[in-house]
């Protein structure tokens, strides 16, 4: 007879794992485990955010987004227009500026050259940047022009009196999202008219894009305001319609542009003492 062997169970192969008991265990643990980790983490030092950047008030960023559409607007706006410039210490003077239909431009500006001894007018073509002399009491001779450059070059730094700035240049810069600027609403200087805003450069760059100051306009575009450190230009009378391209002042020469900085005095030659004495 052959011996029946024992039914296989637990006792019978003590190597191998319960399973009902593991099983029994799970639903504790799972229980336990949460409550642990939170024990865990209790005493360990909150995560510090990581700093960013502060953002900017939801008011400068609807002001920003309000100048650079009046600034587009400025773009498209072709006119004949003036200006009063006020600068502290000087008189009054009118700024004549046209923006043509076919985008040349023409700002002139009278005591812009030679320390405000000589008027000057800028003007860009589709022949190139020119500066042209006006006639005036210290320049009787009739108007001049000398080129300066390609129609998208800057004035040079020596020759610039920046009043022709926010009529064409700067107004690239305001409708560019990515410069460097902060935008907030401002009251309009006395006598001025239209949506002011105050503008100031974020940038430690000495190479600024436009200069800080306070820029209007009318609804249409027009810009009606500027102060800057060149003084403030206020529009005087309702513009005239824009010409189809501007005209140069005077004919084209061969000479050197004239700077804003005064002349340098001439020395007179001496005479001696003694001239026309034994």
Known sequence: MHAHPHPAGPAANPERTPVRPVRRLAGPLAFALPALLAACTADQPATRPTPTATPAPAGMDAARDELAALAAAAQDRHLVASYTLRTPGSPD???????????????????????????????????????????????????????????????????????????????????????????SPAQPPPGASGACYSVETTSASI???????IYCYGPDGTPTAVRTAFGTLIIAGTPAPAPATVQLAGPVVDAEPLGTASPEPTAEPATSPSAGTL
């Not at 064409?168 to 600027?181: E, I």
């Not at 600024?208 to 100051?213: F, N, T, W």
């Open 207 to 213: 190479n600024a894009p436009l200069d800080v100051g």
């Open 93 to 183: 003077r009118t700024i004549l500026v046209t923006s043509a239909n076919d985008g040349s431009w023409r700002v002139d500006v009278p005591g812009g050259a030679l320390g405000g001894t000589v008027d000057v007018s800028f003007a860009v073509t589709a022949d190139g940047l020119f500066q042209c002399a006006l006639p005036s009491a210290a320049r009787p001779e009739p108007a001049t022009c000398v080129r300066l450059g390609d129609p998208d070059e800057a004035v040079p730094r020596r020759l610039d009196p920046r009043v022709q700035h926010p009529f064409t240049d700067w107004l690239g810069v305001l409708t560019d999202r990515r410069a460097p600027l902060a935008v």
